[in-house]
């Protein structure tokens, strides 16, 4: 069969491609292997970039429906002393510094999310479904083999998307070795009940752990906690009751809430680790989201690049439609406007991730400091919400990394207006193969 494009891969990124795509009228077939929903955990916080192209996509009311919004989240750190916790000092981070209309985050069950988007992209009859459908190789450039229904599909593309997460076969083809960074810490994540006071996002953190609370929809809260690598089979043979003591000890309004978690079944073991491919096209295969590049969970921004790229890559495969050109060339725009931004956003997902890692862990007063040093100095505020919402990108200068130290005063005098500047994203600089044309390597 044929196809304009074939998108490997049912997750949030392809599928945010394939409704951008089947918008534009393009014939568009999604090939996703795994069965029906998933139960594993994989990201729930929307930034405000993904909400703006909710908007675009004309879904963001009906995500907006089914999520909770979060304006701030909360950072306190606490010390033990005697086997209790004690409060050390509290700063908050809040997403309203930015001036747009979509100041805010918003948490939605990741099913949910894809359920909206593909629901949508089913109303276009240039679009097409494939489930459970494993692609298993290229034939030659413009063919790949798909299992479906007990037989091989043979389908025949002008591009190829591979939006098929961290094993990703596409990016075999595109050439890529990719180097895992592992890091010293894990993860347990679970959803529980909520008090009814705990609406926006709260980060607990010790020198030796971190607890970070999201509210969900229908009274839900996403707790993630921090533990060393290697101690999980540990805590877990130590019973349940383990568990919850120590998130209790660290938040006691969490008892007889966490309480309520069954068995050890619903807790989700979390392995962060970060890559990022050289290339992202070749010829006429893409890759996007995880398939491209994994981020540490700390800054909550793996689901949204897989969006961000979706988007982008959707609009790009729509102008060189529209010129009636889907030569490879083109596709280099893609890696031309992204990977700068991934870039980015990895290293600050790392750096989050260092302020909790052993060799770092005892410097708890220096990462304290820089919250609150954050929260004083208005720039340094700005610049950290801006860049961990995707709406734009301002790297903090040397003098404003010793600001964070608490080498350098935090600055008072800034006028909040000041800083409602041009660092938000343009339509020219997230789409500019529509003002510039041409090829990417050329401008
Ligand atoms: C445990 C965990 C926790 C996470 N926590 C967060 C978080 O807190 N915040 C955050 O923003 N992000 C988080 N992430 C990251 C986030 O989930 C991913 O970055 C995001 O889902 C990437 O989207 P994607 O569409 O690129 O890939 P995926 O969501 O991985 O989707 C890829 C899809 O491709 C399918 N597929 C794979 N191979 C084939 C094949 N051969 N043929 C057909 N289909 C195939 C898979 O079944 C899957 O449905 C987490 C991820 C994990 C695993």
Sequence with gaps: MNTDVLIIGGGVGGLTVALRLAMCGIDVTVVEQQKGSSHTYKGELLQPKSLEIFRRLNIAEEIRKNGHPLHTISVEEKKNKSGYYQHRGKSKMDYRVISTPFNYGLMIPHEELKKIILSNAMKYTTFHYYQPARFTEFVNQDKALINYNGS??????????????????????????????????????????????????????????????????????????????????????????????????LCPELDTFINQIPSWKQIQLMIPFQYHAKAYSKHNKVI???????????????????????????????????????????????????KPRVDHLLNLSHLAALAYSKPFRYFTKIRGRGFKQMENDHMLHYKQMLNISGLGMWKESLYERFIQLGLLPARSFQKKHML???????????YPWRYKGGVANDC
């Excluded at 939006?163 to 890529?176: H, T």
Aim: proline letters at 4%.
């Design 152 to 249: 091989t599909l043979q389908i025949n593309a002008k591009v190829f998307v591979g939006a098929e997460g961290r094993r990703s076969k596409v990016r075999q083809y595109i050439g890529n070795d990719i180097k895992e960074q592992m890091y010293d810490h894990h993860f347990l994540t679970v959803t529980f009940p909520r008090p009814s006071d705990l609406t926006e996002g709260k980060m607990i953190s010790t020198k030796d752990t971190f607890l970070g609370l999201f509210p969900l929809p229908d009274n839900k809260v996403r707790s993630v906690y921090l533990i060393p690598s290697g101690e999980y089979k540990a805590i877990k043979e130590k019973g349940i009751e383990e568990f919850f003591d120590r998130v209790i000890s």
């Design 288 to 338: 996007i989201g995880d398939a491209a590049h994994t981020v540490h969970p700390m800054a909550g921004e793996g689901m949204n690049l897989a969006i961000q790229d979706g988007d982008a890559l959707g609009d790009l495969i729509c102008w060189m439609d529209e010129q009636s050109d889907y030569s490879e060339k083109h596709l280099n725009w893609f890696e031309k406007v992204r």
């Design 420 to 430: 409602q500047s041009d660092h938000l994203f343009t339509m020219k600089e997230d």
